[in-house]
Structure formats: C-alpha cells, structure tokens
C-alpha cells in the first residue's frame, strides 16, 4: 500500500524531473490539464501554476495518496482512477505522467489511447525510472531470490518495466507525433542513515514490503540495508544515489 509519507521523504529529488519534464511542454493556453498518476497531488498544483486558465484533473490509483491530495485544494480536482483503464470524457490539451507508467505492463498501449484523447495539437508528457539495471533494484531482485526469501518474493522480479527513449521515439512518431526524448541521470546526494533503504522504501520495495508481515519486514529490510550499504557507500558530504530517468514529450 501506498504512503504518502515515505513517499514524500526525498520529494525534493522526485519532484525535480517532473518540471524537467513540464518545463518543454509548450502549451500555452490549454483549457484541459491532467495529470496521470499523480500521488498526493503536490506537483499537480504546480500545473495549476502553469496554466491558470486550465482546468486541472490530477487521479491516482491510491485512496490514500488522493486523501492526501484533496488537502491542498488550489482549485484543482483529484479523483481516485487507474491509470491502465483511465478514460477522459472530452479532449484533453495535456496530459503529464511523472513516473507512474512504469507500474502498467501495458503502457505502450495505454500511451497511445492517451494519445488518441488528446485535442488536436495536445501534448503528451511523461517520465519513466530507467534504473532496473542500477545496484539497488538488483539488489532487491538478489535478495526476493535468495534461499530464504524465494519462496514468498521469487516471482516480484518486474525485469525492465519501460523501455529507453529511442524506443518511445519511434513508438509515438508512428502514431503521427512530433516527439522530443531524451534521458538524464541525476546524481542525488542523500543524507542520514540507510538513505537508500530509505529511497527504495517509497517506491520499488513496496510489492515486496506489502506481500510481508511485520516480522518479515523487519527481517528483509534488515538484510537489504547491509547490502545497499555496500553498493552506495557514504561519503563525508552523504550518499551519492544515481539515477537514470526516461523523458517524452510528445504533441499531437
């Protein structure tokens, strides 16, 4: 399940794709704005921001993160939705989606009914982790695999969710699209202790922290911080923390 709270520990480094993201969608007076997948609604009032004239949709599968959304008001509406079977009820002039793709197996056909609902000149715009291959989800993937865990995490192993920004490229190109991606790596500088485990916490360990009890949890998470310790040492100024991410931005 979804918290808000450990989700919005590091929200600073989250939140900085999303307006790397937002800062080339070029827009200028859409009367329609959702925002796919989007938490506890924080950077969905930076839409707002953006386009004061527009109205703005912001939905999330999580009841608990659109409880928490629908705290900020702003004059934004939030609503509780899947991303994999959302369906708007009239054009939509931008549609943004801030790491939320990466959860939906059938994504690729999910961006091209979005595409498909977009007013004419629209813009698509999302941003995927391309970090499966990094040293913390291979360490979870190590560990779910493991003699003592296999049996109850053996099957989480999601390989590589998204693909690269070619791909998308070529992908949003053959639906008509003028399409601008591109990847970039941030290298976040991460503070206190087991930062990592922190991270992680909020985003790629919570199918495996929801199928555990209590007990087990204390237990997993335990043996994942001393191998996240290794793979990210410390230094004087933090905890370096790469991490690769995949742009689109596409319009219609």
Known sequence: MWDPDTYARYGDERSRPFFDLVARVRAESPAYVVDAGCGSGELTTELARRWPGAEVLGFDSSPAMIAKARELGGGVS???ADVATWHPDRPVDVIV???ALQWVPEHRVVVERWVDALSPGGWLAFQVPGNY???SHAAIR???ASPGWVDRLGD???GRPVGDAVEYLDLLSGFGCRVDAWETTYVHVLEGEDPVLGWVS???LRPVLDRLDDRERARFTAELAERLARAYPAGSYGTPFP???IFVVAQK
Request: net charge neutral.
């Open 133 to 135: 291959d990094a040293p």
């Open 142 to 144: 190590e560990l779910c």
């Open 78 to 80: 939030f609503a509780v």
């Open 156 to 158: 989480l192993d999601r």
């Open 97 to 99: 989606s801030n790491a």
């Open 202 to 204: 909020g985003t790629a």
């Open 243 to 245: 991490f690769r991410r």
